[in-house]
């Protein structure tokens, strides 16, 4: 068992330096010492507790954008022993229905925003507790008792503290358990790998139902004492603005929004002296885009990760960014790693295999799914369903994603779940979607569509029937009609057909 305050980060900085700055809101120009942000977090999990009932274990759900109230919620759910419960604003009631079934939170915090949203989920009257996130905007700035605030056991590092959704290949949403042994695992890994120290700084945009939100940068750097800005969502120019005048220290984001930072007038002038480099996941930056943000000043360290592990699993040193092109580095310090052919056989140097993962930082599994689980973890290593090659200087490269997946804008996007849906419209016989290149987003969908006899329809009629049930994010921008979908042998789907044509038809 774990003595309390081995995973209460906050109460510990807050015992050694009450006063020193923890936490910015930039929509409300509010900041908050560790101290002041501890016991209006103790407040909030005294309420959570004696006056809503939560007990250890219990989910909650939140419905909402980045703001502090849910900062606070995921640190009352650490010492309360709650399960936070992030879901994705951008998914339609229809998609949220099925996570809220599957976590059966017991309180729902919702933004005001989307509480129209939220009228239109049919699994709301199963949750006892319905509340806007506003409710709580008491314990961030009006008065509280100061309160010891005591769980009811002490917690064990197995003990889980969040559940975070991602899609699998076959469309249906899992949720990724993640517990303090993770948390821990991954601050100890980051911080080694990045140097972060206490008098660190970032701003903080990432949405918080992913892990990237979480855990890249927001744990580890509460973790060492360090601090961060809370921005609702990505603003390029915003974002350079403050990076300038709060002499931000490390950046993290994906090659889409460097980019957009990039492309902006006020990059050239912008000083970003205090910036050591921009850490950058989600998919591989442009060898151009590296030498912008170099000429710059700001070294690019690339890493890979994934939800279930880490998720800050390996880091391209700045050093190797042009020489290692491609490269997601090195693993990070506690980590095994294993490349295996189909039989589970380690493969060569040079030799494409899946990556497998062994660390502390794995997932203890997913969320009510005892065979999903076990399918994917043998002798604690992860399976990654990610194929990779080693060289022979020992660095990592991703061959292919995690089967068909795509990532647009950063977010990742599973075509198996698109397919699902447009196998709903009457007058589909036959779907295959694949990711295409995409000059804005790095990667969008392009559906292959074979219609029945005897119907018609359009691209813009396949498109409209995506709006309101789909993510935007998850809207084929392409979708063209065919008279059959390439084989395999087997009399699968052969998507790497389907990329052929798809270049094939872009480079006439």
């Known amino acids: 068992m774990l003595h309390n305050f081995q995973t209460d980060w906050l109460a510990k900085w807050a015992y050694y330096t009450p006063d020193k700055f923890f936490l910015r809101e930039h929509n409300r120009d509010r900041r908050w010492s560790f101290g002041e942000f501890n016991t209006r977090t103790n407040a909030l999990a005294n309420y959570l507790t004696k006056e809503l009932g939560v007990k250890i274990g219990d989910r909650i759900a939140v419905y909402s954008k980045n703001r502090t109230e849910y900062v606070q919620l995921f640190l009352a759910c650490v010492k309360s022993g709650a399960i936070l419960v992030p879901l994705n604003f951008r998914l339609t009631p229809r998609e949220l229905d099925i996570l809220i079934g599957d976590a059966e939170p017991k309180i729902f915090f919702y933004e005001s925003e989307y509480r129209e949203q939220s009228q239109k989920l049919q699994t709301l009257k199963n949750i006892p507790v319905q509340k806007s996130i506003e409710e709580i905007t008491k314990f961030l700035t009006g008065d509280v008792d100061e309160i010891d605030f005591t769980p009811s056991r002490l917690f064990a590092e197995d003990d889980v503290v969040m559940i975070l959704y991602t899609a699998g290949t076959t469309g249906l949403s899992k949720g990724v358990m993640i517990n303090h042994r993770m948390l821990f695992w991954n601050a100890v890994n980051t911080c080694l790998r990045l140097d972060i120290n206490s008098n660190d700084h970032t701003q903080s945009y990432a949405p918080f139902f992913h892990t990237g939100g979480w855990n890249v940068l927001f744990t580890p750097f509460l973790f060492h004492g360090a601090s961060h800005t809370i921005l609702q969502n990505f603003d390029a120019e915003l974002i350079l603005k403050l990076m300038e005048k709060e002499k931000t220290t490390l950046l993290f984001g994906v090659p889409t929004m460097l980019q957009m930072m990039s492309d902006l007038p006020y990059f050239k002038e912008a000083d970003l002296s205090n910036c050591r480099y921009a850490i950058v996941g989600g998919a591989a930056m442009p060898i151009p885009l590296i030498n912008i943000w170099h000429q710059k000043g700001i070294p690019i360290r690339q890493g890979f990760g994934l ?6 699993c390996f880091s391209l040193h700045q050093d190797h960014a042009i020489s290692k092109k491609g490269s997601i580095g090195f693993p990070n310090f506690y980590f095994e790693t294993k490349i295996v052919d189909d039989n589970g056989i380690e493969v060569g140097v040079n030799e494409i295999g899946e990556l497998w993962l062994r660390s502390p930082v794995v997932t203890p599994g997913y969320w009510r799914k005892e065979k999903e689980t076990n399918e994917s973890i043998t002798d604690g290593f992860f399976h990654t369903g990610d194929l990779v090659c080693k060289d022979e200087d020992g660095f990592f490269f991703v061959v292919d994603r995690k089967k068909n997946m795509f990532i647009s804008g950063g977010e990742n996007v599973y075509p198996a779940e698109i397919e699902k849906y447009l196998y709903t419209n009457e007058t589909v016989k036959e779907v295959a979607v694949i990711g295409v290149p995409d ?9 292959y569509i074979v219609i029945k006899e005897n119907v018609s329809t359009t691209e813009e009629e396949i498109i409209n029937y995506c709006k309101g049930n ?17 084989k395999t042998d087997a009399g699968k789907i052969n998507k790497l057909k389907l990329l052929e044509i798809h270049k094939q038809q872009t480079t006439k």
């Open 307 to 312: 939800t279930e592990v880490g998720p800050n």
């Open 439 to 447: 000059e804005k987003w790095g990667e969008v969908g392009k559906a």
């Open 470 to 486: 789909l993510a935007k994010y998850k809207i084929p921008k392409y979708v063209q009609f065919v008279s059959e979908i390439p």
